[in-house]
């Protein structure tokens, strides 16, 4: 693998937390935090398709440099969609405004899943490209980059585009599990690559998305998934960057993530820090987790929030957890008011870091 020189930012609170030391103030960045709710993404997005912006660097870069600009985050996430890696190895589908990824020939039985082509990393040469343009443009700040986990891809070629209950991906998985775990082979092998090339290109730290994983029971997450997400997370381990691992509705599921490989484990809203520390085990540092739904509930409402959030992150320190990494539980609503966020952010820096 062609590594980029890889950026030495010693003091950056995200990576500092996230390897268990006391960052100098509380790190903080948000899911989706480049995306609809800022005016600037949708003037420069205006008559370009989601996918055409993930393949051209010089939109990637400007788009995900707008909340480092306008929010002051510890960290940028590399603009992007779980499905690029799909579409780039050649597999046939496109991303339906208000609808999602939508899949033209859904996996549904062992020939497609032979067909399914492989990826090349000179197939998401934009995307490294535009890495290569980040590194230039955020000084200091590290740059996270992204893959959907083979579980989530899994479901939308399966279903052939978003689903609310998973039923065809959950009849495969358990009627016919030995074409589940080829599928997933194939698509832990697609994810690999993809996150392989953003780390030789200079990336600081990954994320790997598993938005659908919490549709799963823990003994189905445990034997149809883990293995392929364990797969991931040490493929890359090598790089020596921070890896971490999100899912919605994942509760029930941290234990097992966190056994997965991932150096910081993402929590959604629904489960307190502490308890999420509990679950989790030590040595892990923990990622959320304020609902996003809070931004709308005005200044008083957010700081009390926040502020719970920041106690339950102090006492998963003491549990175990190897640092906290403000977030959010799950992604910025479109709707969202910018100055909220920036004001967020603001809040969350305020308070003592955690030691």
Not at 5 to 27: C, E, F
Not at 282 to 296: C, H, I, M
């Amino acid at each position: 693998m062609n590594t980029h020189a890889r950026r030495q930012l010693t003091d950056a609170p995200y990576l500092v937390a996230a390897t268990g030391g006391v960052p100098r103030r509380r790190p903080v960045w948000f899911q989706r935090q480049a995306g609809r709710s800022l005016p600037e993404y949708r003037e420069v997005r205006a008559g370009i398709g989601m996918l055409e912006s993930c393949f051209d660097p010089e939109l990637v870069c400007e788009i995900t440099m707008q909340p480092i600009r306008r929010h002051d985050v510890d960290a940028a996430i590399l603009f992007s969609d779980i499905v690029v890696p799909l579409k780039a190895a050649g597999i046939d589908l496109d991303i339906v405004p208000g609808v999602g990824p939508v899949v033209a020939n859904p996996v549904r039985t062992v020939d497609d899943v032979r067909k399914l082509p492989r990826l090349r990393p000179e197939e998401v040469g934009a995307v490294t490209a535009g890495i290569g343009l980040l590194l230039d443009a955020l000084g200091e700040v590290p740059l996270i980059g992204f893959a959907g986990a083979p579980f989530t891809l899994a479901s939308y070629l399966v279903e052939g585009g978003p689903s609310k209950n998973h039923e065809r991906t959950k009849a495969m998985m358990l009627a016919d599990p030995e074409i589940w775990h080829q599928l997933m082979g194939v698509l832990t092998d697609i994810t690999i690559e993809f996150l392989q090339a953003q780390i030789g290109a200079g990336v600081d730290a990954v994320q790997l998305f598993d938005s659908w994983a919490g549709a799963l029971t823990q003994a189905q997450y445990r034997e149809y998934v883990m293995p392929h997400s364990e797969r991931v997370f040490t493929e890359i381990a090598a790089a020596g960057i921070p890896r971490a691992h999100f899912g919605v509705g994942t509760g029930e599921l941290l234990g097992a993530m966190g056994e997965a490989g991932a150096d910081i484990v993402g929590v959604d809203w629904r489960i307190p820090l502490n308890e999420a520390a509990r679950r989790v085990g030590p040595g892990k540092a923990l990622q959320g987790n304020l609902d996003p739904a809070v931004l709308f509930a005005g200044p008083k409402a957010i700081e009390a929030e926040v502020r719970r959030i920041a106690h339950e992150a102090d006492e998963a320190i003491t549990l175990g957890a190897k640092g906290h990494i403000f977030n959010l539980g799950h992604g910025v609503l479109p709707n969202t008011d910018p100055t909220v966020i920036t004001d967020t952010v603001a809040l969350i820096h305020s308070l003592p870091a955690p030691l």
